[in-house]
């Protein structure tokens, strides 16, 4: 069975950053896609970025694009987040999402395997 587990999450002021990682395991193969999801309290989840299997198209969203780094590391199958910038708009649960999916839309298409969640604050 395959299990995702984020790390990385934290309380930060804006302006700073953040690393987040996405480690696979029961997994045997190399993932066409792995990517971040964020839900804010009230608020509907949102697709962040996302990799494909050999790291060279990425995507993200608008409200990331510049300040969000998404990066695999196809021997271990962990993928990262690297965050820059925060904003406390950014303050949600990061999940990661990982499968056959279509890169663009965030890997979220088929069925594919999501983690529990890293919570990440960004105050004032």
């Known amino acids: 069975q395959v299990q995702l587990v984020e790390s990385g999450g934290g309380s930060v002021q804006a302006g700073g950053s953040l690393r987040l990682s996405c480690a696979a395991s029961?997994?045997?193969?190399?993932?066409?896609?792995m990517g971040w999801f964020r839900q804010a309290p009230g608020k509907e989840r949102e697709g962040v970025a996302s990799?494909?299997?050999?790291?060279?198209?990425?995507v993200y969203a608008d409200s990331v694009e510049g300040r969000f780094t998404i990066s695999k590391d196809n021997a271990k199958n962990i993928a990262y987040l690297q965050m820059n910038s925060l904003k406390p708009e950014d303050t949600a649960m990061y999940y990661c999402?990982?499968?056959?999916?279509?890169?663009?839309?965030?890997?979220?298409?088929?069925?594919?395997?999501w983690g529990q969640g890293t919570q990440v604050t960004v105050s004032l």
């Open positions: 999402v990982a499968g056959s999916g279509e890169v663009r839309k965030y890997c979220n298409s088929g069925s594919p395997d």
């Open positions: 029961g997994i045997n193969y190399n993932p066409w896609c």
């Open positions: 990799i494909d299997r050999y790291g060279g198209w990425t």
